[in-house]
């Protein structure tokens, strides 16, 4: 997992240490090194603000002995590294999940996402660390446009156990999300999550029906799934669902195939919104809450 990235990072760490902390020594490895970045999925504004905050924190600190320079080097690349995974806002789902429990209310997560990018799998996932967790849950199928997407969900809810709520293809998404969180309320149910159908993000039509969803349902979060395989259109699905609708958080599928975790840093910098989870396998149960610290400590060893 995100081999080639790692190994950019490591080769930086060596040439620095051996390379005088000066800006005109520095600039031109950190040249070099925003391509490698690059060549790993990293945004280029990801990259600038890496390179820039490194020289800023390098140049012309003094440093006696050799391993000291690569312990110090490396400390100060997790410390711009977590600047650029740090968000406004932190989200505990749990917590958030707790809370509503208490007040007797189901917590209502809408997914959203291009097709492909494995969503309606990733709301199962979903559904499975909850319901390890003790917590009820129902699906909303509100992808009434994709032939076979209720039925996808269905085939999800059989495998767990659950109850999906549904209208028929054509009918409007939102009224069926309406109808979710009353059943919901009707049987002390803890999570609704709710279903949409993928689009491109430059389909506008589509995206003024996700707001529709948004308006009438007033979701605790809004999840957007986006494919860690997907590159720099990662970061660009992401920017716009996040224009168009507003996102709270991410998930990121299909990591434990991605050997570049350049959209890891990217989609966290350039929407300030955290990841919750990352997908890393094809079972339920693999699902994994997504922690900063243990993320950069991951790709610097």
Do not use: W
């Amino acid at each position: 997992m995100f081999d080639k990235l790692k190994s950019g990072l490591k080769g930086l760490v060596t040439k620095v240490t051996t390379t005088e902390l000066k800006a005109e020594t520095l600039r031109p490895l950190l040249a070099d090194f925003k391509i490698s970045f690059a060549d790993n999925d990293v945004a280029f504004p990801v990259a600038d603000k890496v390179c820039d905050e490194l020289a800023k924190r390098l140049d012309g600190l003094q440093v006696k002995r050799l391993e000291d320079r690569k312990k110090i080097i490396q400390d100060n690349l997790r410390q711009v590294l977590l600047e650029v995974m740090r968000t406004n806002k932190k989200i505990d789902i749990m917590d958030l999940a707790e809370e509503k429990r208490k007040k007797k209310e189901p917590l209502i997560l809408l997914f959203v996402g291009i097709n492909g990018t494995g969503k309606t799998t990733t709301m199962a996932k979903v559904a499975q660390f909850f319901k390890d967790k003790k917590y009820s849950v129902v699906f909303a199928g509100s992808d009434t446009y994709r032939a076979g997407s209720i039925e996808q969900l269905e085939e999800h809810a059989k495998r767990l156990n659950l109850r999906v709520i549904k209208h028929q293809y054509g009918a409007d998404p939102a009224a069926v999300a309406y109808d979710a969180i009353d059943h919901a309320k009707a049987h002390g149910i803890n999570v609704v999550l709710i279903d949409s159908a993928g689009r491109m993000q430059t389909n506008q039509n589509l995206m003024n029906e996700l707001a529709k969803i948004k308006r009438v349902v007033t979701p605790d979060l809004t999840i957007l799934t986006v494919d860690s395989l997907a590159g720099n259109d990662a970061v660009v699905q992401a920017e716009e669902f996040n224009r168009c609708i507003g996102i709270d958080a991410t998930i990121l599928t299909k990591v434990d195939a991605d050997v570049k975790g350049g959209a890891a840093l990217s989609v966290t910098y350039v929407t300030q919104k955290p990841i919750l989870f990352i997908g890393v396998g094809q079972t339920y149960k693999d699902l994994e809450v997504f922690n900063p610290e243990a993320f950069v400590n991951m790709i610097l060893r």
